[in-house]
C-alpha cells in the first residue's frame, strides 16, 4: 500500500513538473532519493547487532534442516512460468501503455499521469477491503483466475475504444485485477515452500516477475511498432486468459501436495 501510494502521487506529481520543466522534474527525484536515503540510515541504525543475531538463527536452522531447492521442484517451476507471463501482460502499465496514451489516445504529459495516479489511489482505496474479501469467500485459484483475467479484459477492451472513460474503466479494472493477483502470488509461494527455504522460493517468484520486467518492454514496442497497438491488446487479453485458466489448474495442483514437495523433485 506504501508503494502504491507514492504511485499514486508520483506520476501526477511527475506530469505537473515535467509541463513546467525537466530539470526541475530530476532536481526533485534527486532530492526526493536523498531524503528516502537519510530517511533509512536513521531507520536502520543501530541495528546491526540484530540483524546479525537474526542472521546466526537462520543459518542455524539452515543447517538444522536442508531443505529442496525451488529449482529442483518442478511444479513450483510452472508456477513461476505463469507469474512470469501474467507480469509480462501487466508490465505493459509501464511501458506501452504510456505510449499508447500520448501517441494514440492523444492524452497530455499531465493527463497520463492524472490516469496512473489515479491507478495507485484507487489501489490504496480498496486493496486492503478486495484481499480481505478474496480470503474470506473465494480460493487462491478462483483469486488469480478472476483477478488475471480481469487485467486481461483491461488491456483487450482498449483495441475497440480509448475515450477518456473507456481509459479510466480499463484502469480500473486492471487495478482490481492487480489488487487480486500480484499479493496472492507471495502467499501461495510461501504455502509452496517449506519452513528453512522461503527465502529461496519467494526469490525464485521475484526473479520470474524480474525477468518480465527486464523483456516487457522490448515484446510490447515491438508489436506494437509491427503489427499495431490493436493487436497488442488483443493478444494480451488472449494470452491473459490462457495464464487465468493455467493458473485455476496449477495452483491446486501444486498446493495439494505443498507438504510432499520431495516427492516433486526432478
Known amino acids: 500500500m506504501a508503494v502504491n501510494l507514492g504511485f499514486s502521487i508520483g506520476p501526477a506529481l511527475g506530469g505537473i513538473l515535467s509541463a513546467i520543466s525537466y530539470e526541475f522534474l530530476f532536481f526533485s527525484n534527486a532530492l526526493a532519493a536523498l531524503l528516502a536515503g537519510l530517511m533509512y540510515i536513521w531507520f536502520f541504525k543501530g541495528r546491526t547487532k540484530r540483524a546479525k543475531q537474526e542472521a546466526k538463527k537462520v543459518k542455524e536452522a539452515i543447517i538444522i534442516k536442508k531443505e529442496a531447492s525451488p529449482y529442483r521442484d518442478s511444479k513450483f517451476m510452472i508456477y513461476s512460468i505463469f507469474c512470469m507471463l501474467f507480469a509480462i501482460c501487466f508490465f505493459q502499465l509501464f511501458s506501452t501503455l504510456t ?21 495507485g489511489f484507487l489501489i490504496v482505496l480498496l486493496e486492503m477491503g478486495f484481499v480481505q474479501l478474496a480470503e474470506k469467500y473465494f480460493t487462491l485459484a478462483f483469486t488469480m483466475l478472476f483477478g488475471t483475467f480481469l487485467c486481461g479484459v483491461s488491456y483487450a477492451m482498449l483495441a475497440f475504444d480509448y475515450s477518456m472513460i473507456t481509459l479510466l474503466v480499463s484502469m480500473t479494472l486492471l487495478c482490481i485485477g492487480e489488487i487480486w493477483v500480484l499479493p496472492f502470488m507471495s502467499t501461495i509461494t510461501a504455502l509452496r515452500s517449506g519452513k528453512n527455504n522461503k527465502g529461496a522460493y519467494m526469490g525464485m517468484n521475484g526473479m520470474s516477475i524480474s525477468i518480465a520486467f527486464i523483456i516487457t518492454p522490448y515484446i510490447g514496442t515491438l508489436i506494437a511498432d509491427k503489427l499495431g497497438f490493436n493487436i497488442l491488446w488483443i493478444g494480451t487479453g488472449i494470452l491473459a486468459t490462457a495464464i487465468a485458466v493455467g493458473f485455476y489448474f496449477v495452483i491446486p495442483w501444486m498446493l495439494k501436495g505443498k507438504n510432499e514437495v520431495e516427492e516433486d523433485l526432478v
Open 99 to 119: 505510449i499508447f496514451y500520448k501517441d494514440t489516445a492523444h492524452l497530455s504529459q499531465q493527463n497520463i499521469g492524472y490516469v496512473l495516479g489515479y491507478s
